[in-house]
């Protein structure tokens, strides 16, 4: 006999009225019973915040489909730890209205909800698409139930989330699915100053053109050559191969111990 359904929990930044999380819900409800918990605006690039000095008001907009007043993180924890019956089988966070390539993953809300997923055990991907007005989300939704399939059958190695990219065009012109590593993105201009008609300044925080650092396996090169992104993100952001060459720093002392070391040799030369 056939095990219970999966259970999917599908979130977003870009929030609960979003095209791209409502294409993603619709798709996914052939895979299992599909929750939804969005923020009810948008709250792109909140990155990993968590609302502490406010309460959190959740709306019931549909079956299993709630819009909270907060982060997307604060949607993951509500609906894993208060909301749901039990924790879901898959996270999916997105469909993203705009890629998540590279450093864009540090101030992502969409792969942060994914990455919160993570901590609280539950494997968990980041959908995000190519594009600025208009969307393929048919095709990204597509490309989504696929690889949540094989993350429901195979799972995902500890402490790892997917960060999906998928290029905006139609299903079949897409060449296929690449693995790859996050690249770095650099903006020119990323500060634009202005005058305001009362005469103060101000500020908008954006690039006008991005360049890329050439990598093996660079991620945003695969969206160039019209194929899906798919990056394994891990949890742990230690670096491990430079840990031996601060050793030597294990041996500063703290200024205390210094002010220490210095009190007793100075009782020690009085009492002789």
Request: aromatic content about 8%.
């Given at each position: 006999m056939p095990g219970p359904p999966k259970r999917i929990l599908v979130t977003n930044d870009d929030g609960i009225h979003?095209?791209?999380?409502?294409?993603?819900?619709?798709?996914?409800?052939?895979?299992?019973?599909?929750?939804?918990?969005?923020?009810?605006?948008?709250?792109?690039?909140?990155?990993?915040?968590?609302t502490l000095h406010k309460p959190l008001r959740v709306q019931q907009?549909?079956?299993?489909?709630?819009?909270?007043?907060?982060?997307?993180?604060?949607?993951?924890n509500l609906a894993v730890l208060k909301l749901m019956p039990s924790p879901p089988d898959l996270l999916v966070s997105g469909i993203n209205r705009g890629v998540n390539l590279g450093d864009d993953v540090l101030y992502s809300g969409t792969v942060s909800a994914a990455m919160e997923g993570t901590i609280l055990g539950v494997p968990s991907m980041a959908v995000s698409?190519?594009?600025?007005?208009?969307?393929?989300?048919?095709?990204?939704?597509?490309?989504?139930?696929?690889?949540?399939?094989?993350?429901?059958?195979?799972?995902?190695?500890?402490?790892t989330l997917v960060n999906l990219n998928i290029p905006n065009r139609p299903f079949e012109s897409i060449t296929g699915v690449r693995v790859t590593c996050l690249s770095r993105r650099r903006f020119d201009n990323p500060i634009t100053e202005k005058v305001d008609p009362h005469g103060r300044t101000y500020y908008w925080i954006a690039g006008t053109r991005v360049s890329w650092s050439r990598s093996k396996d660079a991620d945003h090169e695969a969206l160039e050559q019209g194929a899906v992104s798919l990056t394994p993100i891990h949890l742990?952001?230690?670096?491990?191969?430079?840990?031996?060459?601060?050793r030597k720093w294990e041996t500063v002392r703290r200024p205390h111990q210094g002010r220490a070391a210095a009190s007793q040799k100075m009782k020690g030369k009085q009492k002789g």
């Open positions: 979003s095209p791209g999380l409502t294409a993603l819900a619709k798709a996914l409800s052939k895979v299992g019973e599909v929750w939804v918990v969005a923020p009810d605006r948008e709250r792109t690039a909140v990155a990993h915040a968590v907009i549909g079956t299993r489909t709630y819009a909270v007043n907060g982060t997307p993180v604060d949607c993951v698409q190519e594009g600025q007005k208009q969307f393929y989300f048919d095709a990204g939704a597509r490309y989504a139930v696929r690889i949540a399939r094989l993350v429901l059958k195979e799972g995902l190695p500890d402490e742990d952001t230690t670096n491990h191969g430079v840990l031996d060459r601060f």
